[in-house]
Structure formats: structure tokens, C-alpha cells
């Protein structure tokens, strides 16, 4: 175990070794497995793969002997204090971008399931479904890594650096042949990680280092994504959602510029 200046310096290139095996000790069988090259899969491989970065983070404060900032670590999956606008945003983007690409794919001539057969009741068991395994996944990036990469980076590099290793954390996915991943070109994936990386990093930040919101995005997301596999358009609506992402990614960076996204907070002056 360590502590001290040396400690803080190693603490997030450890967590990201451990996060990376973490779920790579879960990912590889499975992706092995579905070419035949490993005997067995089994629903643990999963729950490892996704809950990596959280017990990565977890091992990392005990191995720096901060045990106490576990507990913190997990509370601010409940600072909800924000403004109304903070909430629409987390849940209502993702809709609003699902629903342009079923629009754009419906426009351009391409063929959608129809939607009569869609389960649409089943939505909010599907998003509490991702919301209960993402997580995990933002207790590790945003809760442990991103506090401490903005301690020395700033944000556009922190979103290009957290955005490419996000990406090749999920390689596991993108070479099983059984994940939708799989079926996507790579460098959408590395455009779209970088991208939605410029986003949270927009969010959290904004919110007050909230865990909450960004883990709700993240669910509404993945919802998302659920449904355009439903109406058959998720490969073919890919380049819509990647390019909408990236202009909205862009236009932070227009904003609030690339060191930090967020205005300046001003201190009030006494009369």
C-alpha cells in the first residue's frame, strides 16, 4: 500500500490497469467463447466486464490507504442538487437523438420494424436495467478519474485521452461477434467515445461533480441504442447519431472553449 504525493501521481494510470483487467478477465472468454475458442460463457464474465472501473477504484483507495473516500465515492451517485434544465438534458437528449435517426432513417427510404411491434411498455424496465449496470462504469470514469485528471489536464485533453481509452476498454465488445458493437466501423466508435467523453465531462461539471446525472445519461444512451436494435436501424442510423454527437461536442468546445467546460463562477462582492 501507498500514500502521499507518490500515490496520488500513479492513482489513475493504476485504476485504469485494473479497470482494463478487471473487465477484459470478463470480455476476452466471452468474445473467445463466441468464436469457439473458449468451452463456456457464463452471466459473471458480464457483471465483471461492466463493474470493472468501480472495483478498480475501489482497490485503488485502499491501495493508497484512503479508505474513507470510498463512502464519498458512491454518495455523489446522490447530489441531485441542480437545476430542472440539468435533468431534461440527461434524460431528454438521448430520446431527442433516437428519435431524429428513426426520422432521418424513415425519410431516406430505409426499411424500420414497424412500430406497432414494438414493445414500448418494456422501456423503463430497459432503461432501469441500464441504469443499474452503467453505473458502474461512471463511479470508475467520472467518479475516481476525471476528478484527478482535471487536477492537472484540461478538459479537451482530458476528453481526448478518456475517450480513446474508453474506447479500447470496450475493444473486448467490438471483437465479439455476438455485441452489436461488432457490426459498427471502428473509427465511428473512437469518434463517438471522444465525443460523448466532451459531454460528460460538460455534465458532471455542471452539476457539481454529480454521479446521478451523467449515470442517468448514460442509461438514457444505452436506452437509445436499445431501441434503434429494435426498429433494425442501429448500424445504418450510426453515422446520423456519431455526427449529431459531434456537433454537440463541438459546440461546448465554441462555447465554453477547450480548458474548462464551465463558466467562470464569480465570486459576489460585498457592499
Do not use: C
Not at 482497490?59 to 435533468?87: C, H, P, T, Y
Not at 428519435?99 to 420494424?113: D, F, I, K, Q
Not at 452489436?180 to 461533480?209: E, K
Amino acid at each position: 500500500m501507498v500514500n502521499g504525493e507518490k500515490g496520488k501521481r500513479r492513482a489513475v494510470p493504476v485504476f485504469y490497469l485494473l479497470a482494463f483487467g478487471f473487465s477484459w478477465l470478463g470480455w476476452v472468454p466471452q468474445a473467445l467463447h463466441a468464436r469457439g475458442l473458449f468451452p463456456f460463457d457464463n452471466p459473471f464474465f458480464s457483471l465483471l466486464g461492466g463493474g470493472g472501473p468501480t472495483l478498480a477504484a475501489v482497490a485503488v483507495l485502499l491501495w493508497m490507504k484512503e479508505k474513507e473516500k470510498i463512502r464519498a465515492l458512491f454518495a455523489d451517485l446522490f447530489k441531485l442538487r441542480a437545476s430542472a434544465g440539468w435533468f431534461v438534458f440527461a434524460f431528454a437528449f438521448w430520446l431527442a437523438v433516437g428519435g431524429l435517426a428513426l426520422m432521418v432513417v424513415a425519410l431516406t427510404g430505409g426499411t424500420l420494424t414497424p412500430s406497432f411491434q414494438f414493445a414500448w411498455f418494456s422501456l423503463p424496465a430497459v432503461f432501469l436495467g441500464m441504469l443499474i449496470s452503467n453505473v458502474w462504469e461512471e463511479i470508475g470514469w467520472r467518479g475516481f478519474a476525471l476528478p484527478r485528471l482535471q487536477e492537472k489536464y484540461a478538459d479537451w485533453q482530458i476528453a481526448v485521452l478518456m475517450g480513446m481509452l474508453w474506447y479500447a476498454w470496450h475493444l473486448p465488445l467490438i471483437l465479439n461477434p455476438n455485441s452489436p458493437m461488432a457490426a459498427l466501423p471502428w473509427y465511428g466508435q473512437a469518434l463517438f467515445s471522444i465525443s460523448q467523453t466532451v459531454i460528460y465531462t460538460w455534465l458532471y461539471r455542471n452539476t457539481g461533480g454529480s454521479l446521478f446525472f451523467v449515470s442517468v445519461f448514460h442509461a438514457m444512451s444505452n436506452t437509445s441504442a436499445f431501441v434503434l436494435l429494435q426498429f433494425g436501424v442501429f448500424v445504418s442510423s450510426y453515422g446520423f447519431v456519431v455526427g449529431i454527437t459531434t456537433l454537440f461536442a463541438f459546440l461546448i468546445l465554441l462555447v465554453y472553449g477547450g480548458r474548462q467546460f464551465q463558466r467562470p463562477i464569480r465570486a459576489s462582492t460585498a457592499r
